[in-house]
């Protein structure tokens, strides 16, 4: 349909056209040159202490000293330096058995996108703790697993238990899942490179990656002795970075598409307290960026890099500070929406999740398994 010009609009028109050509010969009005001024009179902040201001907007909010309303202020946000806790040496880590009763074959409705039939998986630090219950649900998913550790006893111990439990779990199956044992220092390049081999040539192929060796300790930053925080990087920093690489460059090689997981931690984003460890948070920041950094990076590859940020989960080794530092348990858990620490368990979800088709479009992300800590 053409188009209506109505003589009213016309004339509007034209009128608007009018003022606009007036405006363009208008001369236009130049102001005065600014006298030089000081940008501020006021003196500056860091001449007066911040409890003498006596703005409005101060006595809004505070203007005492620190400490002057009580022992209260700010004691929930910082830390202490009188905890200590150094990582146990290898003698007085507590082990930690495959979990029961929930691996077993089940008809109930799920997709099959979240299977890992086919697929061979290897687990850092997956001798105890996080990365034994996640390679348990590697195994549960359907796939072969290599545990990788320092403590390579421990790793065959669990890895005879993972299969047990699994038999016993699924009583007549056909086919035992195949679960090794390797021994590696994760932040050595030669160990890592000598288990990719040796796996490869155990499982013929490694489709899926989960780094789970780290640890924590805590002490100031100031005391902190530079040997230990030089290995607490090279554990958790340089371990992460070698496997990773390692495993790519062997999908790689067999132009296969698959996943990576790097376990990071909530202290990657938040700053925990009362216990100061400030390596290890800047350590689980980095893991946390190598996953979106090598996400970008192996894309075109088919590889995906994730990571996942668990909270305060209860491990036989978290149990032990716990049990040494009792009041720490209840300042954790008033911290946390969930009011509660996590299981190790509460993992095997999201792992199998990241590892498997059910996220192919997920890469660089970061799934936070913390009862809601760091929303809060
Ligand atoms: N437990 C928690 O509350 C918690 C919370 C957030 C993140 N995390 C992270 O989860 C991961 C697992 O922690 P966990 O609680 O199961 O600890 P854990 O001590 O129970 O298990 C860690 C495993 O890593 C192995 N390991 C240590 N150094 C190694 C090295 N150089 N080479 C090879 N293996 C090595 C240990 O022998 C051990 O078997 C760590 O990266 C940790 O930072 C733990």
């Not at 495959?98 to 691996?103: A, D, H, N």
């Not at 499982?203 to 640890?215: K, P, R, Y």
Request: aromatic residues 6%.
């Amino acid at each position: 349909m053409a188009s209506i010009i109505r003589p009213q609009m016309l004339r509007s028109a034209l009128r608007a056209s009018a003022t606009a050509s007036r405006a363009a010969t208008r001369p236009v009005k130049v102001a005065p040159p600014c006298q030089a001024r000081w940008l501020s009179k006021s003196s500056s902040l860091r001449d007066q202490p911040p409890w003498d201001d006596n703005t409005d907007h101060d006595s809004a909010s505070t203007t005492g000293q620190p400490g002057e309303s009580g022992e209260h202020e700010g004691a929930l946000a910082r830390t202490d330096e009188s905890i200590k806790v150094e990582y146990p040496e290898e003698e007085d880590l507590p082990s930690s058995m495959p979990v029961q009763g929930r691996g077993g074959f089940h008809f109930k409705r799920t997709l099959a996108a979240f299977s890992l039939e086919g697929r061979v998986g290897v687990v850092t630090g997956g001798a105890r703790g996080l990365g034994l219950v996640m390679a348990q649900a590697l195994v549960a998913s359907g796939a072969n697993v290599a545990l990788v550790d320092m403590n390579k006893e421990e790793a065959s111990r669990s890895a005879e238990g993972l299969v047990a439990t699994f038999e016993a779990e699924n009583p007549g199956v056909e086919h035992l899942p195949k679960v090794t044992a390797h021994y590696c220092d994760v932040s050595s390049p030669t160990s890592v490179n000598q288990a990719i081999a040796e796996i490869i040539k155990e499982h013929g192929q490694i489709d899926n990656l989960v780094t789970s060796a780290g640890f924590t300790e805590n002490y100031d930053a100031i005391s902190y002795p530079h040997d230990r925080i030089q290995k607490l990087w090279g554990v958790n920093v340089d371990g992460t970075y070698l496997w990773s690489v390692g495993v790519a460059k062997h999908l790689m090689e067999r132009k296969a598409q698959g996943s990576i997981v790097m376990i990071g931690s909530m202290s990657g984003a938040i700053v925990n307290v009362p216990q100061p460890q400030a390596p290890y948070n800047a350590a689980k920041a980095a893991v946390r960026h190598l996953a979106a950094s090598l996400a970008v990076e192996w894309a075109h590859a088919g590889i995906r890099v994730n990571c996942i940020s668990p909270g305060y989960m209860l491990t036989a080794l978290t149990k032990k500070i716990l049990d040494d530092n009792p009041d720490l348990k209840n300042k954790w858990t008033s911290l946390i929406p969930q009011g509660k620490m996590g299981r190790p368990e509460d993992l095997m979800g999201a792992v199998t999740f990241l590892s498997s088709d059910a996220s192919l479009y997920v890469t660089g992300a970061d799934l936070r398994v913390d009862g809601g800590y760091t929303v809060t």
